[in-house]
């Protein structure tokens, strides 16, 4: 074989492995990572199943879950637990940064992840129930001990009862699926018990806790998990790791789904509407508030809410522009009583992060009756004054004798030239008032001596 030809096939051999090289690198496994900072929420679940999607579509070798929350709506909990359990990608919880913890919802989905792990100086726990919603308690907390239920107990502590042990089902079925220690779960829900990091590993809760997502992917390597009803060996060690930020529509979501800004823009938005109606032609007012409104719809669409509650704000609202327009006192207090009724009543389920704020509501209510009664007060204002356009403005308008012929003649009224009519006789350049306007045609008599000089 000559020199050049095995010269050929060494080439030949060095770019097959080049580009065998090259396509290995560029279809290399890589992790992705969120953040979940703050209140789980309808934004949460936006952002794990984007997330997902997006780790199923690039074949993705796990999805690093960051959580420092301090818990949220069990509505959303439960959906973004659903999606952990369906995800074809291993999921990878961790508590972090130091500092943080995953407190109410966040412990039950760290328990629902394939791998669970924390950073060093962070907690969970504390999944004790607390999102019953309805009015509030009486003064000191005190509640109706009259009111049973078919076990004999109090009506509250019955219902309670009902979602603690829910809610202990719910961990202990998630301890069973993944191997973690069930009976310290049950234990966070019904004493509202919590971990430290070190402790959260003796006691079975995670698998490791680590510095950092580098440590984190080193001690998950080589792992066995089961992913959609298959056994997976996790190969993840050195991967490099990309943060999914989250988009404009989950930021927005974010801001819009706290109840207290859903029920603000629908304040704008009613009153928004309300000008337009009463100042056509403004635009914007209308524009506006019917972008607002339709926002706080759908934020409230989002979140589990009383309609009750809502058709009494909304009633209340009803009744504090009737009051603007037509000043009562009954209308403007019953329109304060239903929409402050109607706040306390109007979500279902509270949790942290997600519940009505008296400071809130109570100035949205006080600055809503005060512009139904600045309103009010100059409608009513309107009402007795006299009236500026048409012919009763020109009732006691006085006027100059142009000419005059008979008992009829023309005067000068507003710059104009008008016909008038008197009963009496009248000579050009006498002053006159107007006391009656018909068909374009003015009556005047003569004013009193003391203003004109003239003798009626």
Known sequence: MSIARVAFFAAALLGAAAVSAFSSAGSGKVALSIAVDGAIGPASTRQLEEALDTAARRDAAVLILQLDTPGGLVTSMREMIADILASPVPVIGYVAPSGGHAASAGTYILYATHVA???PGTNLGAATPVELGGLPSLPGGEKDKDQKDATGQPAGDAMMAKVTNDAVALI??????????????????REAASLSANAALQEHVIDFVARDTTELLQLADGRTVEVAGRKEVLATKGLPVETLEPGWFIRLLA???????????????VYGIVFEFTSPGAVAPGVIGTICLVLGLYALNLLPINYTGLALMLLGVAFLIVEAFNPTVVLGLGGVAAFLLGSAMLLKVEGPGFAMSWAVIGPAAALTLGLALLTGTYVWAARKNPPRVGGEAMRGLPVEILDWQGGEGHVLALGERWRAKAGEPMQPGDRVEVIDVSDLVLTVRRRDAGNNGAIK
């Open 117 to 119: 792990a924390m950073a």
């Open 172 to 189: 202990r079925s998630l301890a069973e699926m993944r191997g973690r220690n069930g009976d310290w779960g049950e234990k966070a829900v």
């Open 255 to 269: 801001v819009i789904t706290d109840p207290n800004t859903a029920v603000i823009l629908m304040l704008v938005g």
